[in-house]
């Protein structure tokens, strides 16, 4: 005769076996976080924030339990080390990520396949000349204005990456001008009239209307994609707007938040 405790066990047991019940919890996300800066001879330019930068984008993770890795070097992108990540952060790389075509298409692919894509502010300069990088982000560096004040707005109020972020604010950094891809889902822009130098005839790109997209995601393939143009200081990262615009954009791009 089956005593009560055994009879609850071999329920157990069967939900286990009927796959009602995990034997384990499932393992946290856990993000790559990319830094590269690369010019064939030289170093380009490097931002000075990018210590300060990863370390808050791995406190913003850390709090949602998201576990991360860093790392500025390019033999990271293969199709078997990308499997360890829910999504990769280009977190203020420049130019040349990549070292070798392959590393490309293994992003690339990765990418197309359910793998997220985070970029902030010059990673927009990175892979100039590749189209594919340019379509994950959603476009590409092209200038931006001197550092000031200007204001930001916000063009979507329901979106994680923007929700209980001020509809507008002042905010000091580079405006950026990105050469935009096609179906991109605008989130933040700048008030091009409060942008006080150079005047806006001597812009690189010409544009409609008093507002540029800042900040942006949309879908490649599979995957999902968020970029901002925000974060140029190093006091950037401890602002607590900034920190929860960012913050957002990462749990939106890992399927945390909708």
Not at 20 to 33: H, N, T
Not at 38 to 65: F, M, Q, R, T, W
Request: with cysteine; aromatic share 10%; glycine share 8%.
């Amino acid at each position: 005769m089956q005593t009560p405790f055994s009879c609850w066990a071999a329920v157990l047991l069967g939900l286990i076996a009927c796959g009602f019940l995990p034997l384990s919890q499932a393992a946290p996300p856990k993000v790559l976080i990319y830094t590269r800066n690369h010019v064939p001879g030289s170093s380009g330019y490097v931002h000075g924030n990018i210590a300060v930068s990863v370390a808050a984008v791995k406190e913003l993770c850390a709090e949602k339990d998201v576990s991360s890795d860093a790392s500025d070097d390019p033999a990271v992108f293969t199709a078997d080390n990308l499997k360890n990540y829910k999504a990769v952060i280009f977190c203020n790389s420049n130019n040349e990520a990549f070292s070798d075509p392959s590393q490309s298409k293994a992003f690339t692919t990765y990418i197309e396949n359910g793998g997220g894509f985070v970029g902030i502010h010059s990673a927009s300069g990175s892979e100039r000349s590749n189209p594919d990088f340019k379509r994950i982000l959603g476009g590409t560096f092209k200038w931006h204005t001197p550092i000031q004040k200007f204001t930001v707005v916000v063009a979507d109020k329901a979106h994680p990456a923007t929700v209980g972020v001020p509809a507008e604010w002042a905010w000091k950094d580079e405006g950026y001008l990105c050469d935009l891809v096609p179906g991109l889902h605008v989130l933040l822009e700048m008030d091009t009239t409060t942008i006080a130098s150079p005047p806006r005839a001597k812009w690189a790109i010409p544009f409609e209307g008093n507002r540029y997209p800042l900040s942006w995601c949309h879908l490649v393939g599979k995957g999902r994609s968020f970029y901002t143009a925000l974060g140029h200081d190093n006091e950037d990262y401890a602002d607590p707007i900034f920190r929860k615009h960012l913050q957002g954009g990462i749990l939106w791009v890992l399927g945390m938040a909708t």
